[in-house]
């Protein structure tokens, strides 16, 4: 077996990568990729440089994996910048460094794509040891493994035990499908004064004179298409003072190729488009992944990410809805804290133990986070 790298998505063809893969999952898609790269979201310009790779018996593919060089650590969300300050002050590199991840998506998933002959336990060992040897011979000082699916976390278990990676966990907040009927269904597994709240929150949107709709696929428009970039790039700046990390080139293409895995929610007020929130789902989960708006509006946020989500799979069958990164807010709408992994492996042994130490003091405290936060979740005693 041998390993082959790829400076482009491009040079790997749509159905051998998707094949290989045979996930729903829309983050891990050829046409996903390859929208970041070709619309330059994702480039050695802005420290993303690709070398995927590809695991080879002879010339018969047997696995591949998204693979990047970074110079930074931007876009990731597993936050690592005291590693490189401590390198920095040892006077070592801690840049580049090699990832696996989706950039830009804190989503967990599938991150290697397997051949139906092979097991994920088989060709591990053959992709870590051409890693090592990647990172040898071009100075990497690590590789990071970001939000594994299960399946992955479990083959990855007998390893990290070993010592050979070091494991991280984080707290997210996720909707749980419990075979509603509709979302009156939901809200009556809520404690009283929840269920009022998420009413009258409900209530203030359309008493602005707020409509909303869900829009899949070919159903949205050109104008409602250009009011989601309008209102995305308007809060972007507001936020952060500059523009978004995704341009307009990166969502037409997924327009273009992903359009059956794209959900818009649409928020008007007199005919304009005011508000809009765009998800990603397959069968089983839905996504929220990009918002913004064009004036503030009194909880229009909650019902335009999260409600509107929540009636979305209920209305889909769709088990679990992962409205993004962050916000104790969402707790008590009925999203619960759940645990998310990285994994990280630290060429130097010195560092690697350092790291170590600090990620087993960072599991305790995000243990007990996760346990405070499960006390302000909303459902009733006899739900729970």
């Known amino acids: ?74 876009g990731e969300f597993v936050f690592d910048w005291g590693w490189a300050e401590a390198y920095q002050r040892y006077g070592l590199d801690y840049y580049p460094k090699l990832i696996t991840a989706i950039p830009f998506s804190p989503v967990a998933g599938p991150r290697i794509g397997v051949s139906s002959t092979s097991g994920t336990g088989e060709v591990f060992p053959a992709l870590l040891a051409a890693l090592h040897q990647l990172a040898e011979q071009h100075h990497y000082s690590s590789w990071h493994l970001l939000f594994p699916g299960q399946h992955l976390q479990a083959a990855l278990l007998d390893l990290k035990e070993e010592g050979a990676f070091l494991h991280r966990e984080a707290v997210q907040f ?63 700046r507001k936020r952060s003072g500059h523009d978004g990390y995704l341009n307009r080139d990166f969502f037409d293409r997924l327009r273009t190729s992903l359009a059956s895995q794209l959900m818009l929610v649409v928020a008007r007020r007199a005919d304009e488009v005011v508000a809009c929130s765009l998800f990603l789902f397959d069968s089983n989960r839905l996504y929220g992944r990009y918002w913004g708006a064009l004036q503030e509006f009194s909880c229009l946020h909650f019902e335009t990410c999260f409600y509107q989500g929540i009636e979305f799979c209920i209305e889909r069958g769709l ?23 990285s994994y990280h492996w ?35 005693k006899t739900d729970s």
């Not at 409205?323 to 619960?336: A, I, N, Y």
């Not at 630290?346 to 499960?374: C, G, M, P, V």
Request: charged share 25%; proline share 5%.
């Open 1 to 74: 077996m041998h390993c082959k790298f790829y400076s482009a998505i491009a040079d790997i063809p749509p159905s051998l990568w998707n094949g290989l893969f045979n996930s729903e999952n829309p983050f891990v898609q050829h046409a996903f990729l390859l929208a970041l790269e070709e619309s330059g979201c994702v480039s050695p310009q802005k420290g993303w440089q690709a070398r995927h790779m590809m695991l080879m018996d002879g010339d018969q593919p047997l696995a591949v994996m998204p693979l990047y060089a970074k110079n930074n650590s931007y």
């Open 174 to 236: 996720h909707w749980y499908n419990r075979d509603y009927h509709g979302f009156d269904d939901f809200l009556a597994t809520l404690r009283s004064s929840r269920r009022k709240n998420i009413k009258r929150e409900r209530r203030m949107v359309a008493e602005q004179g707020i409509s909303l709709q869900r829009k899949t696929g070919a159903e949205i428009s050109d104008e409602e298409w250009q009011g989601f970039y309008f209102c995305y790039m308007n809060t972007y």
């Open 319 to 341: 088990q679990e809805f992962d409205p993004g990164t962050q916000g104790e807010h969402k707790l008590m709408r009925g999203f619960e804290p759940v645990k998310s992994a």
């Open 346 to 380: 630290i060429a130097d042994s010195r560092f690697r133990q350092a790291i170590a130490d600090f990620l087993n003091h960072e599991k305790r405290s995000t243990d007990r986070y996760k346990k405070q936060a499960e006390t302000f979740l909303p459902y009733r």
